[in-house]
């Protein structure tokens, strides 16, 4: 994936956080510039016409369509987009080229956080996959069972630090598109791939998988992943890695996996949380997202309190152990909560145009391994449905 236009300036000290002195390049923003490019990333699984999962095989061989760390899924993604009109066409171009492929190989696309009750999934054979097991240990097998959606929106000089901490304090919005509550056959939690990622594959090395503090400068970014990295390097040569193997496989951005990040090498602020869902919500969620991270470059953004509020001129952004209650009833409850519709309304989400699969689902407190595969091809016609009526509106 190519990024362009990647920033880099010198900083100078402001006045922003609770009091605290944030340490950032000025804002060269105006509310009438062009708007923020984004683009989005969204994992599937791919089934069968039983049901059954099975690796992607020729599906990869669309633009856009690639593997993932396990077999039984595909990776759909854009490139940079200037608009959401261009994002969309995109992603429901791309997918439509996807699905023709998979009518004719008998395969389908699977839009579900997991895979609801599965028996085993497999990873593909690397010696990234094989350090992280290692380092990871045996609760790693939990990411396996995890689809999500990654949203890239550009970093825009100067804004950095504003953008990053927005985007950490909108990390609740995951409950707008919660896509599954099984895991292994048992309902769990709205977000059970959130649940999965978060408190069970990454619980043993919470620094690497959790959500992280604000931050008040990019050197302090930086100083973060680089304390990360080296942590993961010795833990994996403690584990009988060499360290060749491992800076071959892992560099500081891509040894951690907290799921708000700078990432310099796109030039872009990355989010990680929420669930693959249908192409129209996921497609929704990235361009109110982008709004928001938006409206931070150009707005005054401060920290306080603990409810939260985007307008036209201000985003106040809640204390960070706020943002961690919003986030726990996000993926215990989504948006059953009463207070995480609330808290997103005031940052400036349409809560309700959202109806996040996981609400939807009602197959009682277990699923059989039979009705997990009825559930998957239910929601593969939806994905159909939705890109379909998506590209008969564009006239394709």
């Not at 010198?10 to 708007?35: D, I, M």
């Not at 100067?158 to 895991?183: K, M, R």
């Not at 040894?255 to 693959?276: A, H, I, K, M, Y």
């Not at 109110?288 to 401060?302: F, I, K, M, N, S």
Request: include cysteine.
């Amino acid at each position: 994936m190519l990024y362009v236009n990647v920033y880099h300036s010198g900083e100078q000290t402001v006045k922003n956080y609770s009091g605290l002195v944030a340490e950032r390049p000025s804002k060269n923003v105006s509310a009438n510039e062009t708007g923020i490019r984004r683009s989005i990333e969204v994992e599937y699984w791919v089934v069968d016409n039983e049901g059954r999962l099975v690796e992607p095989e020729s599906l990869v061989d669309v633009e856009g369509a690639e593997r993932e760390f396990v077999e039984p899924m595909v990776e759909v993604k854009t490139t940079p987009c200037e608009t959401t009109e261009e994002m969309r066409d995109e992603l429901f171009g791309r997918l439509a080229e996807v699905l023709r492929e998979a009518e004719d190989a008998g395969k389908r696309l699977v839009p579900l956080g997991t895979p609801v009750n599965s028996g085993r999934v497999c990873e593909l054979p690397s010696d990234r996959n094989r350090v992280q097991n290692r380092v990871i240990g045996e609760s790693f097998r939990y990411a396996r069972y995890c689809a999500g959606t990654h949203v890239h929106v550009e970093q825009h000089d100067g804004c950095e630090v504003d953008q990053l901490n927005t985007l950490i304090a909108l990390d609740p919005a995951l409950a707008l598109v919660n896509s599954s509550p099984y895991f292994d056959g048992e309902r769990t939690v709205a977000g059970a791939r959130s649940k999965l990622y978060r408190w069970e594959a990454y619980d043993g090395v919470p620094h690497q998988g959790r959500l992280w503090r604000y931050i008040r400068s990019t050197d302090e970014w930086r100083r973060r992943l680089e304390r990360r990295h080296e942590e993961f390097v010795e833990a994996a040569i403690e584990q009988g890695i060499d360290r060749y193997t491992v800076e071959t496989n892992f560099d500081p951005e891509c040894s951690v996996w907290t799921p708000v990040q700078l990432r310099d090498e796109f030039g872009t602020v990355e989010w990680r949380s929420p669930d693959t869902a249908l192409p129209s919500n996921v497609l929704r969620l990235a361009d109110e997202l982008a709004g928001a991270v938006e409206t931070a470059c150009r707005a005054d953004v401060t920290v306080e309190g603990r409810t939260g509020e985007l307008s036209e001129d201000t985003v106040t952004l809640p204390e960070f152990s706020a943002v961690l209650v919003y986030l726990q009833d996000a993926i215990r409850e989504g948006l059953k909560s009463d207070a995480v519709g609330s808290y997103l309304d005031r940052m400036g989400f349409s809560v309700d145009d959202y109806a996040p699969t996981t609400h939807r689902i009602d197959a009682g407190p277990k699923v059989s391994k039979r009705k997990a595969r009825r559930i998957r091809l239910e929601h593969a016609r939806r994905l159909e449905e939705d890109v379909r009526r998506a590209v008969a509106a564009e006239g394709r």
